[in-house]
């Protein structure tokens, strides 16, 4: 019998991590293992077993040309920043606010995975992150009935995504506004299931799609 290739999901938990912090920036990037290894200065041999081994251990100096080459910083890649808010670190000299285009705002939505919505409720607005997908130009959650999520459904609703770079003072943010329906066709709710990314992180029963049409996109990127 031919032995079956790994799925992604079992390389993941192969990975430590550090591992998946390299290999997710270095994705976002649009960078090669051997592109990033060259700029680093290591064979790409050695960046592998970085990204697919848990108990790697690479010294100071190494970390140092990694974060450089995927412009970041040591702290995050190896966590220490994953509890600490964005937008601590100091002002770029220089930076400016450049307005984003509907094309460049829908290419960024479909690199995330986590936006925020603000949901209008008898108490007031509320933002609440949720795990989305844009599927023909909508953006398409899971949610549980009755939930916060839920409440957007037949209301008019602003959904928020961006990326904060603090080693390097840039980032971009696209707020999109639309109304928002909950999905109750069986054929509609089964293609959003095949088509859509990943899963709700929160886990548990969550059956309820609930579709967001944007009317008005808009988007900035503070650029250095």
Do not use: K
Not at 63 to 72: G, H, K, N
Request: proline share 7%.
């Amino acid at each position: 019998m031919a032995e079956q290739a790994p799925s992604r999901a079992t390389e993941d938990q192969a990975r430590g991590d550090l591992g998946r912090r390299l290999a997710a920036r270095r994705t976002e990037l649009g960078l090669s293992r051997a592109e990033t290894a060259a700029r680093a200065g290591m064979v790409p041999g050695y960046l592998q077993y970085l990204e697919e081994h848990p108990g790697a251990a690479p010294g100071s100096g190494v970390l140092l040309r990694l974060a450089d080459v995927l412009e970041t910083t040591v702290r995050e890649l190896t966590g220490g920043d994953s509890d600490v808010p964005h937008g601590l670190g100091r002002p770029a000299p220089a930076a400016g606010l450049v307005e984003l285009s509907v094309p460049e705002c829908r290419a960024l939505l479909g690199t995330h995975g986590v936006g925020r919505l603000a949901v209008p409720t008898v108490s007031g607005p509320v933002v609440v992150p949720v795990n989305y997908s844009l599927v023909g130009g909508a953006i398409v959650f899971r949610t549980e009935p009755g939930s916060t999520p839920a409440q957007a459904a037949g209301c008019q609703v602003a959904f928020e995504v961006d990326r904060i770079d603090d080693a390097f003072s840039r980032g971009w943010s696209v707020l999109v506004r639309g109304h928002a329906r909950t999905v109750t066709d069986p054929a509609e709710a089964r293609t959003l299931t095949e088509r859509a990314r990943g899963g709700p992180w929160a886990g548990g029963r969550r059956d309820e799609w609930v579709r967001i049409e944007p009317t008005v996109i808009t988007g900035r990127r503070i650029t250095v």
